[in-house]
């Protein structure tokens, strides 16, 4: 429609000016120096209309002579640029498909077309990390120093890219130095935060682990379950770092959330520690809180050594709660392997025959065969206590067999 009007508009405005050359009788009469020139006013019209297109196409001819050299680098530029982007792109999906090798050489070719320094630094980090990926060290470190001369020393991209491949590699100072520049330039930095977690996990630092999960859970970058469980296992590793007196153990429980304190692993851990330290009834009064919110295997283990532990403790009130919980959970194998632990301590044999019998009954362990095997040996039944020996020798071999 718009091409229908133009159309209608040229037209009018051509019958337009043919009306006003034929009806226009006027001349336009020209002097310079001595010289006169007379033309019809048509004629002149026509010729300066003719002098100004004329003037204007010389004048843009010479631009176009003038700015040629200028144009020809701009091409030039350009066709690099479309070129880098090409093998930027190519790399960029060979990096998403595994073909880390192929990634590589085309950021190769990528690098050798980029002029812009912001571009050349992304492509050169992401050949950083396709070298590392194909283990070709020597070249990688080439490119972070190419990194290093592009993006200067305060690179926060190149920063945490070199530590997070340094951590891959077990270089852990190197990595965690590394972060504390990166911590200079940005202080709270999540991803920073999450791969100091894992190289302190790495290192065995628990009380920093701990306190980065804090952190973390916080700012919403990992989920409350998860930072529960890195603080669980950043606990243990408290208890195993270094060896705690009773009051140091005391004062390590009680900073502890109640969660914690229930949470199975953790509970058994700590109650084992205050057995060491002859401490048998705080001992049993964790497994007991943990075990009443948690039922779990690893309470019932340590509940069944409690008897002996070095200490004080009343054995005929362990068994008789013990008893309890079977009326709750009369085909438990770990529990009954823990009363029967519990009668033995107590030198109750038939008793703890019973119950060591009806564990393996319920689910033969080599720990429930090995327990009964030791009972039958002291009462003098050699023959069965060899049985129980091989039953538990078998089964613990197979399941070495199935975890290899």
């Known amino acids: 429609m718009k091409s229908v009007i133009w159309l209608l508009l040229l037209f ?7 009306l006003f050359a034929r009806e226009n009788n006027g001349y336009a009469l020209l002097f ?35 700015s040629m050299p200028g144009n020809v680098r ?8 479309s070129n880098a982007g090409k093998y930027h792109r190519e790399a960029l999906l060979a990096m998403f498909e595994g073909r880390h090798l192929r990634a590589e050489r085309n950021l190769r070719v990528a690098l050798a077309s980029q002029d812009n320094p912001e571009l050349r630094l992304a492509d050169t980090l992401i050949a950083v990390r396709a070298s590392h990926s194909c283990r070709d060290f020597e070249r990688r470190d080439a490119y972070l ?33 590394l972060l504390h520049q990166v911590y200079a330039i940005s202080p ?59 009051r140091e153990l005391e004062r390590w429980w009680a900073s502890l959330g109640k969660d914690e304190r229930h949470q199975p692993r953790l509970a058994a851990a700590a109650a084992r520690e205050f057995g060491r330290l002859a401490l048998i ?45 079977l009326r709750h959970h ?46 039958l040996e002291q009462l003098d039944e050699r023959e069965e206590a060899n049985e129980q020996y091989r039953a538990s020798l078998g089964l613990a071999l197979d399941l070495l067999e199935r975890r290899g």
């Open 145 to 177: 120093a190419q990194a290093r001369e592009i993006g200067g020393p305060r690179s926060l991209a190149r920063l945490m890219l070199e530590a997070e491949l340094l951590g891959e590699q077990y270089r852990t100072r190197e990595a965690l130095d």
């Open 12 to 18: 009018t405005l051509a019958v337009l000016l043919a």
């Open 74 to 81: 701009q091409y030039q530029a350009a066709r690099r640029a």
């Open 281 to 325: 009834e705080r001992a049993e009064t964790i497994v007991v809180e943990a075990l009443e919110s948690n039922w779990d295997v690893s309470l019932l283990e340590v509940y069944g050594e409690l008897g002996r532990m070095d200490g004080k403790g009343d054995a005929v009130k362990r068994l008789a709660r013990a008893e309890e919980w």
């Open 188 to 246: 709270k930095l999540t991803s920073a935060l999450k791969l100091e977690l894992k190289l302190r996990q790495q290192e065995n630092h628990p009380a920093r682990v701990i306190e980065l999960a804090d952190m973390l859970e916080r700012s919403e970058a990992i989920d409350a379950g998860q930072a529960f469980r890195v603080r669980a296992q950043a606990r243990l590793a408290q208890l195993k770092l270094v060896p705690m007196d009773s």
């Open 330 to 375: 009369p085909n438990d194998h770990s529990l009954l392997l823990a009363l029967g632990r519990l009668c033995r301590d107590a030198a109750l044999w038939g008793k703890a025959r019973t119950y060591l019998e009806a564990s393996v009954a319920v689910t033969a362990t080599p720990v429930a065969h090995a327990e009964l095997g030791q009972l």
């Open 32 to 66: 310079f120096n001595q010289w006169r020139m007379e033309l019809s006013l048509n004629a002149f019209v026509l010729l300066f209309v003719f002098l100004l297109g004329g003037g204007y196409g010389l004048l843009k001819l010479l631009d176009w002579l003038v």
